[in-house]
């Protein structure tokens, strides 16, 4: 970085817009990690940073390979797989993978700033667990029918269900008169997908998108209770879950995305012994997945596809915008109140705002990660 883009200090008006000479060099000092580190100070209000505020690695003791993780996030790897592979502990890799999450959901947000929705959307439920298989949840998606874009994914808790023995069902009950959490239910978490897919058709264009769901109870009560306007632009069309999931299918873009999280991502395998631990570090994980899924991994891989499609490109992104953003993704710090058109969902995560069962504590946030 040759200069401070901008003040640090979100109460700066620094922070927001630049002009002319704002900031003046105030000296260097000396890091473990990195070397000789310029310092600056902001002539508006005054507060002192450095060229190492504008990293990702900022506050972090140890470099470690962003891409590394990537690649084996998205691979089925686990947490004790990339501390063996990388030579740090587990928490370094954990506090790594929450920054590259922030990284990715800022990164999306950018991007799916420009798309002019040109298709319509699929909704469903993808079903997993946290801590224990006593306390399932249920992962509300969003994507593009045709593109098979990943806009968004929503965290919703559940309680048990199928067949159990008498001392399951005693054990559950248990459960369910002493869960310490503030429960978000299918039906909040839909609210925030239509919230989304009603904001996608606004920047559009179009007259009406159609949504696809499947018969869920829960998402036809929350299209009951939408206003006659957003009935009007946002139309529910739902398909029986049990109809054959191939291509012609209407919801086979979000099945796809259910097969592709079973397959390459650990916390999510059938019968899985990498099962999550905390919520957040689940929903960070499947962030990451989300920016691979979207701006990275090819679209088609056959021979009548053409080098560079990805998902984001077939939902409009122009590869050039992509390109440039995923630049810097691994080396420049994103900051949260820069990107107000993060979606409810992510912006719940960035502030870890999303609890765990049974957890006795909030997760921790570092303050950094506000500004």
């Not at 002009?19 to 580190?37: A, D, H, I, L, P």
């Not at 505020?53 to 470690?64: G, P, Q, R, W």
């Not at 947000?109 to 949840?137: H, R, T, W």
Request: positive net charge; charged residues 25%.
């Amino acid at each position: 970085m040759k200069y401070p883009p901008f003040c640090p200090h979100s109460d700066c008006h620094n922070y927001q817009s630049t002009t002319g000479t704002w900031y003046v060099k105030n000296g260097t000092y000396q890091s473990f990690r990195t070397g000789k580190v310029q310092r600056y100070k902001c002539l508006a209000c005054g507060a002192g940073f450095s060229t190492e505020t504008f990293s990702i690695d900022y506050y972090a003791k140890k470099k470690v390979s962003y891409k590394i993780i990537t690649e084996h996030l998205v691979t089925c790897s686990g947490i004790r797989d990339l501390s063996r592979i990388l030579k740090v502990s587990c928490g370094t890799i954990t506090n790594r993978i929450a920054r590259l999450a922030r990284q990715s959901m800022a990164v999306s947000a950018n991007l799916c700033s420009s798309i002019k929705l040109a298709e319509d959307l699929v909704a469903d439920g993808f079903e997993s667990f946290v801590k224990s298989q006593y306390m399932p949840n249920n992962i509300n998606i969003l994507t593009g029918k045709d593109s098979q874009f990943w806009f968004v994914s929503d965290y919703a808790h559940l309680s048990r269900k199928g067949r159990m023995t008498k001392y399951q069902k005693k054990h559950n009950e248990d459960i369910k008169k002493t869960l310490n959490v503030n429960r978000v239910t299918i039906y909040k978490s839909f609210q925030n997908i239509v919230r989304t897919a009603l904001d996608l058709q606004s920047g559009s264009g179009k007259e009406m998108v159609k949504l696809y769901t499947d018969e869920h109870p829960q998402y036809k009560r929350v299209m009951e209770l939408t206003s006659d306007y957003e009935k009007k632009v946002l139309k529910q069309v739902c398909i029986n879950s049990k109809k054959v999931r191939n291509l012609s299918n209407p919801l086979f873009s979000v099945n796809y995305i259910d097969r592709e999280i079973r397959k390459d991502n650990s916390d999510h395998v059938r019968e899985t012994v990498q099962f999550a631990r905390n919520t957040a570090n689940c929903m960070d994980r499947l962030a990451v997945y989300r920016m691979y899924h979207n701006f990275i991994k090819p679209y088609r891989i056959n021979k009548t596809s053409y080098f560079g499609e990805t998902h984001g490109s077939r939902a409009g992104i122009s590869k050039e915008i992509i390109r440039k953003e995923l630049k810097t993704m691994y080396t420049r710090r994103r900051f949260l109140h820069k990107h107000w058109m993060l979606n409810i969902a992510d912006r719940k995560l960035w502030c870890r705002v999303i609890s765990t069962p049974f957890s006795r504590f909030a997760d921790y946030l570092p303050g950094y990660a506000l500004a």
